[in-house]
C-alpha cells in the first residue's frame, strides 16, 4: 500500500523559534496533501489542503503567516510553524492521496509531535 | 460540510462482532461514507467507504441504510488490535473531496 513518511516524529523547541515538519509520499506521487493538527483527545482538525506547485488553501481559523505550506515537488509537502508558542504544542498530521486510486483514500503519516517550551 | 453523529465510545469483548453505528442525517447525494481508524499515537488509516451499497473488504463491512442517513460498520471479530477511534466521514466532491473528521467511537476490546 502507499506509504507517507513524515520527519520529524516529535520535536521540542524552545518558544519563539520555528520548526518544520517534511511530509513525503514515498511510493506514490501527490498531487495533494492536506495537513491536520490534533489535540490530546480530541479529533484531527484539517488545517490547510496543499496542491503541488500552488499556493495552500487555509481553513477558516488557521493563519497562513504561521501555518507555511510549500509543495514544491508531487512527493513532497512541508508544514512550518513560525515563531512557535506553547499554544502551537499538538499533534500534527499529514495526509495524501496517490494519483492512481483517486480521492476515495487518503494516506496519513505517522504524526508529529511538538512541544513548545 | 455535512456532519456526522457517532457514540462518544463503545466496548466489545475479544472476539464478537462490532457494530459501530453513526448518523448524516444532511448527507447528499453526492457524499460517500468513509471510514479511518486510529490507533494511539498514530495517523489514521483507512478502513472503508461507500456510497450506496453495502461494501465489505478484508478489515471490515459497511452497511448503508437505504435513505443513506445512517451507516454501520461492521467488524466480524474483534480483537485487541482493533481498539481504536474509529472516524465516520462524509467525502464530497462539493466541498473539494475534503475529509472532515468528527469527533470519533473510542473502541474498546475487552480480553
Known amino acids: 500500500g502507499a506509504v507517507v513518511s513524515q520527519h520529524p516524529s516529535w520535536v521540542i523547541c524552545k518558544s519563539g523559534t520555528s520548526v518544520k515538519i517534511e511530509c513525503r509520499s514515498l511510493d506514490f506521487q501527490a498531487t495533494t496533501m492536506f495537513w491536520y493538527r490534533q489535540f490530546p483527545k480530541q479529533s484531527l482538525m484539517l488545517m490547510a489542503t496543499?496542491?503541488?506547485?500552488?499556493?495552500?488553501?487555509?481553513e477558516q481559523g488557521v493563519e497562513k503567516d504561521k501555518f507555511l505550506i510549500n509543495h514544491a515537488s508531487l512527493t513532497l509537502s512541508t508544514l512550518t510553524v513560525t515563531s512557535a508558542h506553547p499554544e502551537d504544542s499538538s499533534f500534527y498530521i499529514c495526509s495524501a492521496r496517490d494519483l492512481k486510486t483517486g480521492p476515495e483514500k487518503l494516506f496519513f503519516g505517522s504524526g508529529t509531535q511538538l512541544s513548545v517550551l | 460540510d455535512a456532519k456526522t453523529t457517532q457514540p462518544n465510545s463503545m466496548e466489545s469483548n475479544e472476539e464478537e462482532p462490532v457494530h459501530l453505528p453513526c448518523n448524516h442525517s444532511?448527507?447528499?447525494?453526492?457524499?460517500?461514507i468513509h471510514w479511518y481508524r486510529q490507533l494511539p499515537s498514530q495517523g489514521p488509516e483507512y478502513v472503508i467507504h461507500g456510497l450506496t451499497s453495502n461494501v465489505n473488504n478484508r478489515m471490515a463491512s459497511l452497511a448503508i441504510a437505504e435513505d443513506r442517513k445512517s451507516s454501520t460498520l461492521i467488524l466480524h471479530r474483534a480483537t485487541l488490535r482493533d481498539a481504536a477511534v474509529y472516524y465516520c466521514?462524509?467525502?464530497?466532491?462539493?466541498?473539494?473531496?475534503?475529509?472532515?473528521f468528527g469527533t470519533g467511537t473510542s473502541l474498546t476490546v475487552i480480553p
Open positions: 466521514i462524509l467525502r464530497g466532491s462539493n466541498t473539494g473531496n475534503q475529509f472532515y
Open positions: 444532511t448527507i447528499s447525494g453526492t457524499d460517500y
Open positions: 496543499s496542491n503541488e506547485g500552488s499556493k495552500a488553501t487555509y
